[in-house]
């Protein structure tokens, strides 16, 4: 077998890397020790981000995401002990990613993937 790219697991990493090289028309094959039912029924990711979450369904492989994950709207804080609800939601009309909500940048909020780029 010749290929153009190797990718060593089929985590949710090697899984994007495959879909968006694929997408662009780049062969890549992805090396996984572990069977397809293993990989595909262990979950991987507690929390991702918005930028993350956009990336999937801009490669076309949000539909599991969309499908059985629970979107997180707001935070509750507890002091004087009290929980105080923030809804991101309500406040913003859309969802917040922690970079927004804290300020702090991230690494995947300064990559921008053009999939409709040229290769």
């Not at 990336?55 to 804080?77: S, V």
């Not at 913003?92 to 804290?102: F, I, K, P």
């Amino acid at each position: 077998m010749r290929t153009q790219v190797a990718i060593v697991g089929a985590g949710p990493s090697g899984l994007l890397l495959g879909a968006l090289l694929h997408k662009a028309g780049i062969d890549a094959v992805i090396i996984e020790q572990r069977s397809a039912e293993y990989v595909l029924g262990r979950i991987r990711a507690g929390v991702l981000e918005q930028t993350t979450v956009a990336l999937l369904e801009q490669a076309g492989m949000a539909e599991r995401l969309h499908r059985e994950g629970l979107p997180h709207d707001g935070i509750e804080l507890a002091f004087d002990a009290q929980l105080h609800r923030i809804d991101f939601m309500s406040l913003t009309g859309r969802w917040m990613s922690a970079n927004e909500v804290t300020g702090s940048p991230l690494a995947i909020d300064v990559f921008q993937l053009d999939l409709t780029a040229e290769f």
